[in-house]
């Protein structure tokens, strides 16, 4: 995958008679360099590669949601032999577009609530893959917020209406807050644009999380800023934030999870039917703290949870 925002093919170069697996990859935004790197690694790894036995066939988003259906159209025209889709937004576009052309998706909230899958252990059908629990996740967050700012009375959370697991990530964070005596307060973002107004409009705000979808992940550097300019104290989903200068996150390893697609790959190329495979969960959870953020806010993090902390960025 040497240009994930090419959206033609690139040819494998192999003897005439070796098989070459066309892999279709369908994506709301354009992943991040190391998380395809992670998911090349574990094909890599099971014998796959580009340039010997396989061939990317990418289509990948500005982050909007518009066009994913027409790109698993063209997926499925360009006769893959399986399709790796990105998230909620990709698999549930992947598997609308067909029922027969095997289907693995990967950080995937809540697969059978929104109807990828109807149960995790016998997903049936031509879907399998990696899932995260939603809203488990969003009131984790609300929790560790809480811990980081004792003194927590008012959360506001960005949500992308849109998205298919947003408002099962806004209940969950709801549902957290409300057992904490926190207020809650859900804000509309439509697009990167609306992420600075939407934190200026905020008032009597003692921190913020967003829900997890592609259209964050895409533009988490003009969210980080924003939220910055805000100095509102924030915990996101994943370490891509604190590695772009936010200040907490909590959520599953996303390179762990990316890369646990490529068994299902394999097992699926091999012969398997993808109903038969279980949907796995992630086992491996972080906490990352950047400090220089910290500093720079004139927060003192809690020295119990500096204690927790997976990685901390100085």
Same mark, same amino acid.
């Given at each position: 995958?040497?240009?994930?925002?090419?959206?033609?093919?690139?040819? #494998?170069?192999?003897? *005439?008679?070796?098989?070459?697996?066309?892999?279709?990859?369908?994506?709301?935004?354009?992943?991040?360099?190391?998380?395809?790197?992670?998911?090349?690694?574990?094909?890599?790894?099971?014998?796959?590669?580009?340039?010997?036995?396989?061939? %990317?066939?990418?289509?990948?988003?500005?982050?909007?949601?518009?066009?994913?259906?027409? $790109?698993? !159209? !063209?997926?499925?025209?360009?006769?893959?032999?399986?399709?790796?889709?990105?998230?909620?937004?990709?698999?549930?576009?992947?598997?609308?577009?067909?029922?027969?052309?095997?289907?693995?998706? $990967?950080?995937?909230?809540?697969?059978?609530? +929104?109807?990828?899958?109807?149960?995790?252990?016998?997903?049936?059908?031509?879907?399998?893959?990696?899932?995260?629990?939603?809203?488990?996740?969003?009131?984790?967050?609300?929790?560790?917020?809480?811990?980081?700012?004792?003194?927590?009375?008012?959360?506001?959370?960005?949500? @992308?209406?849109? @998205?298919?697991?947003?408002?099962?990530?806004?209940?969950?964070?709801?549902? #957290?807050?409300?057992?904490?005596?926190?207020?809650?307060? /859900?804000?509309?973002?439509?697009?990167?644009?609306? $992420?600075?107004? #939407?934190?200026?409009?905020?008032?009597?705000?003692?921190?913020?999380? @967003?829900?997890?979808?592609?259209?964050?992940?895409? @533009?988490?550097?003009?969210?980080?800023? /924003?939220?910055?300019?805000?100095?509102?104290?924030? +915990?996101?989903?994943?370490?891509?934030?604190?590695?772009?200068?936010?200040?907490?996150?909590?959520?599953?390893?996303? #390179?762990?999870? %990316?890369?646990?697609?490529?068994?299902?790959?394999?097992?699926?190329?091999?012969?398997?039917?993808?109903?038969?495979?279980?949907? !796995?969960?992630?086992?491996?959870?972080?906490?990352? +703290?950047?400090?220089?953020?910290?500093?720079?806010?004139?927060?003192?993090? *809690?020295?119990? $949870?500096?204690?927790?902390?997976?990685? +901390?960025?100085?």
């Amino acid at each position: 995958m040497s240009d994930p925002r090419v959206v033609g093919d690139a040819r #494998a170069q192999q003897s *005439p008679s070796a098989k070459v697996y066309r892999i279709g990859f369908l994506s709301q935004g354009q992943p991040p360099k190391a998380l395809i790197e992670a998911l090349q690694q574990g094909l890599r790894e099971r014998g796959y590669a580009e340039g010997q036995n396989l061939v %990317w066939v990418f289509r990948s988003t500005d982050g909007s949601l518009d066009q994913l259906p027409r $790109f698993a !159209e !063209e997926l499925v025209s360009s006769k893959v032999d399986l399709i790796l889709a990105r998230a909620s937004s990709g698999a549930m576009a992947a598997k609308r577009a067909t029922t027969s052309i095997p289907i693995v998706f $990967f950080a995937v909230y809540d697969p059978v609530e +929104i109807g990828i899958v109807p149960s995790l252990s016998r997903p049936g059908g031509n879907v399998t893959g990696v899932a995260v629990t939603a809203s488990d996740m969003a009131a984790k967050r609300v929790q560790l917020l809480k811990d980081l700012v004792p003194a927590l009375k008012r959360v506001a959370m960005l949500s @992308h209406p849109p @998205h298919p697991t947003n408002g099962i990530q806004l209940q969950g964070a709801e549902a #957290a807050a409300r057992s904490l005596g926190v207020q809650f307060e /859900a804000v509309t973002v439509r697009g990167a644009d609306d $992420f600075a107004p #939407a934190l200026k409009a905020l008032r009597g705000i003692d921190g913020v999380l @967003h829900a997890d979808t592609p259209l964050f992940v895409t @533009h988490r550097a003009r969210l980080v800023n /924003a939220v910055a300019e805000s100095r509102l104290p924030a +915990i996101y989903p994943a370490r891509l934030y604190v590695e772009a200068g936010g200040l907490v996150s909590y959520g599953p390893n996303l #390179a762990a999870v %990316w890369k646990a697609a490529a068994p299902y790959v394999d097992k699926i190329l091999k012969g398997s039917k993808p109903g038969d495979l279980p949907v !796995e969960q992630p086992t491996t959870f972080e906490l990352m +703290i950047n400090n220089r953020t910290a500093k720079a806010m004139g927060l003192t993090i *809690p020295p119990l $949870f500096v204690m927790r902390a997976d990685q +901390i960025f100085e």
